[in-house]
């Protein structure tokens, strides 16, 4: 039996506080972000949740952000009807 995921992950990017650094996307563990080809204020690149399938919401983006400008968390998800 194939078991049905219970929770889904949220993620919050603050575009205007990114430097473009790219931590986030390579410390993701299953890829799910990329940089955007887009540019800030600032002129930097910032990320984007390129497979939000696959974010659980472990929020590691968040902790290794130098910038406090993304975090994540879990969000249970709703039984489709
Ligand atoms: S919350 Fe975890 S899985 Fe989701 S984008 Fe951030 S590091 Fe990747
Ligand atoms: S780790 Fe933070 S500053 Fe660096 S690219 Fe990601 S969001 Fe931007």
């Known amino acids: 039996?194939?078991?049905?995921r219970r929770f889904e992950g949220v993620v919050m990017i603050t575009q205007e506080r990114?430097?473009?650094c790219t931590v986030c996307v390579e410390f993701?563990?299953?890829h799910a972000l990329s940089m955007s080809d887009a540019f800030n204020q600032k002129g930097y690149h910032f990320p984007?949740?390129?497979d939000p399938e696959?974010?659980?919401?472990c929020?590691?983006?968040?902790?290794?952000c130098p910038d406090f400008a993304i975090?994540?968390?879990?969000?249970?998800m709703k039984e489709a009807s």
Not at 1 to 4: E, L, P
């Open 28 to 30: 993701c563990p299953v």
């Open 59 to 64: 929020d590691l983006c968040g902790m290794y």
């Open 48 to 50: 984007e949740l390129k």
């Open 18 to 20: 990114c430097k473009g």
């Open 1 to 4: 039996m194939q078991r049905k």
């Open 54 to 57: 696959k974010c659980s919401g």
């Open 71 to 76: 975090y994540a968390f879990k969000r249970e």
